[in-house]
């Protein structure tokens, strides 16, 4: 299958079911956007610890850090019981807190985003309060440890000194006790040393926060951003029209267009019928060019049986009412009906056999690949030659519902549109 028959099965036999699945969601999306609140946001700007960042992998880390911080449930629970705001604490957090930090440094700015602006500056305000106060209890912390191990470790040293003087005169007895004393204080002075050298180590690793600009509301309100969501809307209904699309065409395939209908079924297209109202200035055109090519045929295949023959059995009275005008048109006998062939009813066609039948498809311009190769296989086991196809254009939906609207009425009595031409001789397909 080449792509613009692809394309043509696809879009051009289905273009309702994709337009309607992609101008429904988008319409919906549209309406809910134009429909939501406005949102508010806070900012209030904060500064990490450690100046200017090295990397970018340094500034994340500081911004993780401080995202950690103020996304704690129990910190954004008391700024939403502060700002008055109901709801899931985590969920809030997920939609309502961002922390972005400014360029390749540990300077952050921490958002809040709810429907009034009032609460989104108390919410705001509180977070950075108690992100405060941890980062200063944290460090107040590692400050009395700090004093606590050196007050320790001055005692201890003060003790062994004392104990190192009252070596000069001590008796060898008393000399060896003392000795003893001071190797056993040696373990613990170790032991505090190492774990003030580790705390001092991991002072810096501790990140302090210092507010640089206090909370403050945004200057206009947030909308939301329809276009992007009437787009995404827009974007899966046509994943989703294109899927649709595939299984129903992979399960009742069609051919569209006379072109495609004719290549199909391996014949030239003899004319196209955009209506099915015969008596119409533009049918009789397509008639009268179709009917010249008929006499052409009947030319070529002299001697032999001409039948117009419908794909579908439905079509069986615009086939009647096409041969009787062709031979109104041209005076030659034209079939519409396998039947009609046998038996031969015409002593003079008693030499009929199967090979002396030519065939003229007549087919809707959209036809199941099904019938149009079961067509074309039954002629080829009957030995048939096809030489061409009549296309014609089905009413549409809007058309039917129209003629419904209207009435059926009386149904109008055929009459000939074209008169017959004088055969110029007696020789023509079997009659």
């Known amino acids: 299958m ?39 946001s806070a900012v209030s700007r904060v500064q990490m610890s450690g100046g200017l960042a090295g990397t970018n992998v340094q500034a994340d880390a500081a911004t993780q850090l401080l995202l950690g911080i103020v996304t704690t449930p129990r910190i954004v629970q008391k700024a939403m019981t502060a700002a008055g705001i109901p709801g899931d604490p985590v ?36 977070l950075v309060q108690q992100a405060l106060r941890y980062s200063n209890v944290s460090r107040l912390s590692d400050a009395n440890a700090a ?100 299984i129903v065409e992979s399960l009742r395939p069609q051919i569209r267009g006379r072109r495609w209908i004719a290549t199909e079924l391996r014949c030239p297209s003899l004319g196209h019928l955009t209506r099915l109202d015969l008596t119409s200035a533009a049918s009789a055109t397509v008639l009268r060019d179709f009917a010249a090519s008929v006499a052409l045929i009947s030319r070529r295949f002299r001697g032999q049986m001409l039948l117009l023959l419908p794909v579908e059995p439905k079509d069986e009275r615009l086939a009647v009412r ?40 007549l087919s809707a311009s959209v036809e199941s690949q099904r019938r149009l190769e079961e067509l074309r296989e039954r002629t080829n086991i009957m030995g048939w030659s096809m030489v061409g196809v009549l296309t014609f254009r089905r009413p549409g939906l809007v058309s039917r519902l129209l003629a ?9 009595r055929w009459m000939p549109l074209l008169t017959p031409s004088p055969p110029t001789s007696p020789a023509g397909p079997q009659r």
Not at 20 to 39: D, E, F, K
Not at 404 to 412: D, E, I, N
């Open 91 to 126: 969920q809030f957090a997920t939609e309502g807190i961002t922390v972005t930090r400014v360029g390749v440094s540990t300077v952050n700015d921490v958002a809040v985003v709810t429907k009034s602006s009032d609460r989104s500056v108390i919410a705001v305000d509180s």
């Open 322 to 361: 096409i041969t009787r005008e062709l031979e109104a048109l041209t005076g030659l006998r034209v079939e519409h009906h396998i039947d009609a062939l046998h038996p031969v009813a015409d002593p003079d066609d008693a030499n009929l056999d199967r090979g002396s039948v030519v065939v003229i498809a």
């Open 147 to 246: 004093d606590s191990l050196n007050q320790q470790i001055a005692a201890l040293t003060k003790n062994r000194d004392q104990l190192i003087g009252q070596l000069a005169d001590a008796s060898p007895g008393q000399v060896l006790t003392l000795q003893a004393r001071i190797a056993a204080s040696a373990p613990n002075l170790a032991d505090l040393l190492r774990q003030r050298s580790d705390l001092l180590a991991a002072a810096p690793a501790h990140s302090t926060i210092g507010l640089l600009d206090a909370a403050r509301p945004a200057a206009t309100p947030l909308g939301t951003k329809v276009p992007q969501l009437v787009a995404l809307a827009a974007l899966a209904g046509l994943l989703l029209s294109l899927g649709v699309v595939a």
């Open 2 to 40: 080449r792509i613009d028959e692809a394309f043509r099965r696809v879009v051009g036999g289905y273009w309702w079911v994709i337009g309607l699945l992609v101008v429904v969601p988008a319409l919906g999306a549209a309406a809910y956007g134009a429909h939501q609140a406005p949102l508010f």
């Open 404 to 412: 419904g609207a209207r009435g059926a009425g009386p149904r109008p």
